[in-house]
């Protein structure tokens, strides 16, 4: 029997009755509840059923992407995003310091490593001015990054955008609840883009440093936005600051290997590393680019049944 409502870390109450004129479907779901299409993606076998949830979550679940480039990159490299994952976001911008054909927004600021916080100000600035309507959350990427947006809206549909959230790979020291590894991406809820803008424009919170992901960690917890804690149901890992041979492969060293120095929670190394909802890696070349986005979207093995479940198992009470 399909249960009449999600597990409580699935769906915020702000999850709409699914109806016909939102998105194009078939008569036999019309005003389905989210939550009953759900359990037909988990317990069914049809993938009529993951097509329909996808467009619906899509269209519930907002999210505003943008990429920190400049003009050096945009062929090398934010054209493949652009050309990849971009397009699974319900809206994307690339930042840049200048205009170009390739559709980049011109921030008012130089091009430099140690102006990529000034970049990350002007950028929300310009967000909150512009298209703070468009979206319920806004994620931050650099262009070497790649993102899997179904799987970060997977997990944002179990927050609430009017919450003053943060969301990431979690690093420390420095911040005392952490802060969010820029390479892998950081989210913001609505309340905290609010927020992050607020700070800035009071002077509650300043350009302290030049590293642009402490930097606005420091401003995170001065303006009381919450660090969310985004591992898996397992305890796995969803965004990465490194590629994934990085994790998967253990290191066979006595000392801690370098791109574990900053983890905020335990370090794991090997397959134990990274969630079957993985939403990021970090470093991604624009061929591996392709790689990831056909292992994600295309591949798959005929025959075998995918058996992680997260939600199901919470429904038991177990994981």
Excluded at 93 to 115: A, H, W
Excluded at 183 to 201: I, P, T
Excluded at 292 to 303: I, K, N
Aim: hydrophobic share 35%.
């Amino acid at each position: 029997m399909i249960p009449e409502t999600l597990p409580p870390s699935l769906g915020p109450s702000s999850f709409k009755t699914y109806r016909s004129g939102e998105v194009s479907c078939d008569p036999t779901v019309v005003n389905m509840p989210l939550s009953q299409l759900f359990w037909n993606v988990l317990l069914g076998s049809n993938s009529k059923w993951a097509n329909i949830f996808q467009r619906t979550i899509k269209t519930q679940v907002r999210l505003l992407c943008w990429v920190l480039t400049g003009p050096q990159f945009l062929e090398s490299r934010a054209k493949h995003v652009h050309a990849t994952w971009g397009k699974h976001c319900n809206k994307v911008l690339y930042m840049s310091s200048e205009e170009s054909d390739f559709p980049t927004v011109k921030l008012n600021v130089t091009e430099g490593r140690d102006q990529l916080y000034w970049k990350t100000i002007r950028a929300f600035q310009f967000i909150y001015e512009h298209h703070l309507d468009d979206a319920d959350w806004f994620l931050k990427a650099d262009d070497d990054t790649f993102v899997v947006p179904e799987n970060l809206r997977r997990l944002l549909s179990q927050l609430n955008t009017e919450d003053p959230l943060y969301l990431g790979r979690r690093f420390r020291p420095f911040i005392a609840q952490g802060y969010m590894s820029g390479g892998a991406g950081y989210v913001l809820s609505k309340e905290a883009l609010r927020r992050f803008v607020k700070g800035h424009d009071d002077g509650s919170c300043t350009h302290f440093s030049d590293v642009e992901d402490m930097a606005l960690g420091r401003c995170m917890e001065t303006m009381k936005v919450t660090a969310v804690d985004t591992r898996d149901e397992r305890r796995r890992q969803t965004f990465h600051a490194f590629p994934p041979d990085k994790y998967l492969l253990k290191q066979l060293t006595k000392s801690q290997p370098s791109h574990l120095l900053y983890e905020f929670y335990e370090r794991v190394q090997g397959p134990g590393c990274c969630s079957d909802l993985t939403i990021s890696f970090h470093y991604i070349r624009p061929v591996e680019m392709y790689m990831l986005e056909y292992f994600t979207y295309h591949l798959r093995p005929y025959g075998y049944k995918y058996r992680f479940n997260p939600e199901a198992a919470l429904h038991k009470g177990t994981v």
